[in-house]
């Protein structure tokens, strides 16, 4: 039996040794590593790319067969979770050697906090596509390397479109021709996943021919510019019309992007209102499918000045608190390569931002021409930098989408971003 | 009886846990509310109490995350407290069928929040759900919603879905509370010729009125903690309509990176609930009798 005063000491010393046991095993990035190899630097990799682990596993893998000396550990976290808490995990240096970040927002936090090494002048920096870079740039240095390109824009079915004779539109009254003849022929034009990630990618293309200022949300964020202003009540229309006419799904607001993926995968519906990263999904449900993209040209053909929308996204940074920032380089030089970065492109289904990849699969073949052929411009909703005054954005689209008056809906957003200007 | 001073070092353990996960975040929580604090940087400014100003007065969605929160805890806590106790009067007596029913209730409370949330989601979904498909089989066609894309009904149908997730944990609460009546106050009443009604008001609500306080209490508590459903199901919208405090302070923190901001909305957020508990508590309070 333990007596009263020999059990206070045990009742501290149990939850220390504990703690102390827990501690023991801390990771040390100059310790052994798992090859036996005394002298391997350990180099932290953070990112939200679930879907990437196995071809990063195996790019890991040769990259360590190539640098002995370095050894990287990747971590995945979900992506809410990594925009909630993986710049908080860069403040001391030990995590995020290399990080990635997403354009926006998180870019704009993690700038002003000082996580970015600038990598300006760097070799590597020429293995990207100059004119895709650009958005991790910030007061002249560039401190992200964005790797993916992905387009914002409607997929649509160019099989059905071929058998019911249908060319792509050239501007808003062609659009609506086109959407009516599917109606005709009980399709669905348009599946928008409203519940999700429908107002926050659908957004970008119908407001970019409104709206052709790329500059507009920087104005509307610095009381320059207005939601209730033209470019976008017209979007805001343009949205009602969309309800409207029934070129979307009805209770568009409650339905998630895999309904919506069901849909166009059974052909129920002609367009996805996603982005091009849901092809490789939308032909697994369905192989049949001949996929290509489509933005809706909202205004007449001679005043459009875009065709689609472009993202450089997965922006890869060093993280300026690290003590290893020249191993971290050099992995970023070595996702750099062409040949590395086509087996990432190929195995994971993107476009990249890297000069000379070779795309392989034929969905990256046959849309490959809209990364040179055709006048993209950056998606517009990655420019709002405060995250308040996109969501006061997005619920506008929500709102008229439930109903409510175009030049209302923006009035009542509108005073959302007054409470948010800088 | 003189208790020795060597018994006070066993709250210590529990003290320092106890500080380290409650007052230490809750002061400096406090702290950041008057700060400008991005949740990043090493700097900050002091603010004074201009975030609480900007929360109170100049901050229409907050407002509005305050309303949708109110909504929400009524529709649960009266709807929830009802069924839990209506329930509970069915399973009460201790029979094999009873105790099957009891863990049946009981069995969503011990499901995940996000598998609940996924559930829902799938219920709910506008062409593919099965409650509209079963609506439609009964001919109920007039009753079939846009559950979570309705701004004027989405609060409502996440409400569902949170009393149906804890109902269960509440039942078992006043399972017990109704266990410990004595059986011979019934037998009393009934000699006197109360009516069921009569029973049930004066002799088993106020002796259960322990138990209903600690629903209620908890139950409010839980309505305005109820993150994790909102945020996989809706994540605050369609128009900020599902919005709540819980999520918004989320928003505010992680995705616009305003600590010091969130900071002062936890703040008022942790008034709100000590007030409307307050509230309840002296409400109910005023029921308890003893015989």
Redesign the interface.
């Known amino acids: 039996m333990i007596s009263k005063k020999s059990s206070i000491p045990a009742f501290f010393l149990i939850p220390l040794l504990t703690l102390a046991g827990c501690a023991g095993e801390s990771p040390d990035s100059s310790s052994e590593s798992e090859n036996g190899s005394e002298d391997r630097t350990q180099i932290s990799f953070i990112h939200w790319r679930g879907e990437d682990k196995e071809v990063f596993d195996d790019i890991i893998a040769q990259f360590e067969e190539e640098y002995p000396e370095i050894g990287v550990e990747m971590n995945i976290y979900p992506s809410e979770q990594y925009q909630a808490t993986g710049q908080r995990m860069l403040t001391d240096g030990s995590t995020g050697d290399v990080f990635t970040s997403f354009p926006g927002a998180q870019f704009e936090a993690i700038a002003n906090a000082g996580f970015f090494e600038d990598l300006s002048g760097e070799d590597f920096v020429g293995n990207f596509d100059e004119s895709l870079i650009t958005v991790g740039e910030k007061d002249g240095q560039q401190l992200a390397l964005p790797y993916q390109l992905v387009f914002n824009m409607p997929v649509y079915n160019k099989g059905m479109f071929d058998e019911l004779g249908l060319e792509v539109p050239k501007s808003w009254t062609e659009f609506q021709e086109m959407a009516d003849t599917l109606l005709e022929n009980d399709i669905t034009p348009i599946a928008f996943p409203g519940a999700d990630i429908g107002p926050n990618q659908f957004m970008n293309s119908m407001m970019m021919n409104n709206a052709p200022d790329e500059d507009v949300f920087q104005k509307l964020q610095n009381g320059e510019e207005s939601l209730t202003n033209e470019w976008w009540v017209k979007t805001l229309e343009d949205f009602q019309l969309l309800e409207q006419k029934g070129y979307i799904q009805p209770d568009a607001l409650g339905t998630s992007q895999d309904s919506a993926m069901a849909m166009v995968a059974n052909e129920e519906a002609a367009m996805l209102a996603t982005g091009s990263y849901h092809m490789a999904s939308l032909l697994d449900l369905n192989p049949e499918l001949e996929l290509d993209l489509m933005a809706p040209i909202t205004v007449e053909e001679s005043e459009a000045e875009y065709e689609g929308i472009n993202t450089a996204t997965f922006m890869l940074a060093v993280n300026s608190n690290s003590e290893k920032k020249e191993q971290a380089k050099e992995f970023i030089r070595f996702l750099s390569r062409p040949e590395i970065a086509s087996q990432y492109a190929n195995e994971t289904g993107q476009h990249l931002t890297v000069n000379d990849v070779e795309y392989e699969s034929e969905v990256l073949q046959n849309t490959a021409y809209w990364i040179d052929e055709r006048k993209t411009r950056f998606q517009p909703r990655f420019l709002i930098t405060n995250a308040q005054v996109e969501a006061a954005v997005l619920s506008s689209i929500e709102n008229v989408l439930g109903g409510a008056d175009p030049m209302e809906a923006a009035e009542e957003a509108q005073q959302i971003v007054e409470e948010n200007l800088e | 009886m003189r208790i020795s001073k060597?018994i006070y070092?066993?709250f210590?353990?529990g003290l320092f846990l106890y500080s380290i996960f409650f007052l230490y975040p809750t002061v400096s929580a406090l702290f950041y509310s008057f700060t400008d604090w991005?949740?990043?940087?090493d700097a900050y400014q002091f603010v004074g109490i201009g975030n609480y100003e900007?929360a109170l007065t100049?901050?229409?969605?907050f407002r509005k995350t305050v309303g949708n929160n109110l909504k929400f805890m009524l529709m649960v806590v009266i709807f929830q407290t009802l069924a839990a106790l209506a329930f509970a009067m069915i399973v009460l007596k201790n029979t094999k069928t009873n105790l099957f029913l009891r863990a049946l209730y009981f069995f969503p409370t011990i499901l995940s929040s996000v598998s609940v949330a996924f559930i829902w989601?799938f219920i709910?979904?506008?062409?593919?759900g099965i409650l509209n498909q079963i609506l439609g089989l009964l001919g109920l066609d007039f009753l079939q919603q846009?559950?979570?894309?309705?701004?004027d009904i989405a609060i409502y149908s996440l409400a569902i879905t949170q009393i149906w997730f804890h109902a269960g944990q509440m039942l078992i609460i006043f399972v017990a509370g109704l266990q410990a009546i004595p059986e011979d106050l019934y037998e009393v009443a009934k000699i006197e010729g109360a009516s069921k009604w009569q029973t049930f008001r004066k002799v088993t609500w106020p002796l259960l009125a322990p138990s209903a306080t600690i629903v209620i209490a908890y139950t409010t508590i839980q309505s305005f903690k109820a993150f994790d459903l909102v945020f996989a199901m809706?994540?605050g919208?369609?128009?900020?309509s599902t919005e709540i405090i819980a999520t918004y302070i989320?928003?505010?923190a992680?995705?616009?990176?305003n600590f010091g901001y969130a900071s002062s909305i936890s703040v008022l957020f942790m008034i709100i609930i000590a007030f409307i508990t307050f509230l309840q508590f002296k409400a109910l309070r005023s029921d308890r009798i003893s015989y």
């Not at chain 2, 100049?58 to 969605?61: A, I, K, L, M, T």
């Not at chain 2, 919208?237 to 900020?240: I, L, R, V």
């Open positions: 060597t070092l066993f210590l353990p991005d949740g990043l940087s900007r100049g901050d229409s969605v989601s709910y979904d506008p062409s593919l846009n559950w979570l894309g309705n701004s809706t994540g919208g369609p128009n900020n989320f928003d505010v992680f995705r616009s990176y």
